[in-house]
């Protein structure tokens, strides 16, 4: 029988971008519940993250919400200018097409609740900028130290030219974000309300790739009862990572990838993540070094 085409081997040279050398390369890491390590392979290879560390921010905001600083009907006015993580630089304007029409015009005023559902279900930069500044990048930080997962999170604003040009970036790896999402869907990161409010956020994202191939994919009769996923791309980079409830056992798995395409990495998350679940990993295992997977392998 003929291999499907995933189209993995139409660049074999690999994408090249500001976040991407043109190295093909795949990370995963499926972990369960208390974020052990069920399937990795080369889990702390460090990539851009996209917009996967929006989770991040999420949490961040219900934090202030739990803490009853903040409430999601507070009002907010949408704004595409933001100011630089570089002290000196001066504030700067995100370009419209990567502005998202659904959270409003400029000068709009819109929900908090609105601004966390454009953020998490449509990935939308401008809402999640908004956050950022109001919340800082310390406190965002700190969900990240929170979840044992220090390599991954969001260091700088979207469109920030000046913080990318000085050196900052966001980070992540595909073992911090399976942690990342654990301790979220444990209750390590918010009180129980207010993790169902993000995990509901999380069910609710539009075009995802692991949730949709987890609830496609059968397992020793296992069913996926519940599932809810982020994900983020830029050229040459596409990630997803999500939490999988099957018969009352939850597994959060992340794939990265760099240098392809978006549909050839989708491609690979999916074909990943089938494999993966298909396998039914109960206890620790490591799928062969850690190490990158070129386009060849």
Known sequence: MDNPDFGLDDEPSGIVSDYSDGTPVISYALVDADGAVLRERAGTLPYYSASTVKVGVLVAALRMVQAGTWHLSDPLTVTHEYASIVP??????MEIEETDPGLGAPGD?????HVLNRMTTVSANCATNM???ALGADQVA???????????????????VAGLEAGITNRASALGLARLMAALVRGDLLDTEHTNIAKQLLRERE?????????????????????????GSV??????????ER????????VCTRGYTYEQGAAAISAVTAALLASCPRA????GPASPIGAHA
């Open 88 to 93: 000196d630089a001066p504030r700067f304007v």
């Open 109 to 113: 005023t819109v929900t908090l609740a």
């Open 131 to 133: 956050l950022f500044e």
């Open 142 to 160: 700190a969900v990240s130290r929170d979840a044992g997962a220090p390599d991954t999170g969001m260091d700088r604003p979207y469109s920030d």
């Open 207 to 231: 075009e995802p790739v692991i949730s949709a191939v987890a609830s496609a994919v059968g397992c020793q009769n296992a069913v996926v009862t519940d599932t809810g996923s982020k994900g």
């Open 235 to 244: 050229d040459g980079i596409a990630h997803d990572f999500a939490f999988i």
């Open 247 to 254: 018969d009352g056992t939850m597994q959060c798995l992340a």
């Open 284 to 287: 620790p295992a490591t799928d």
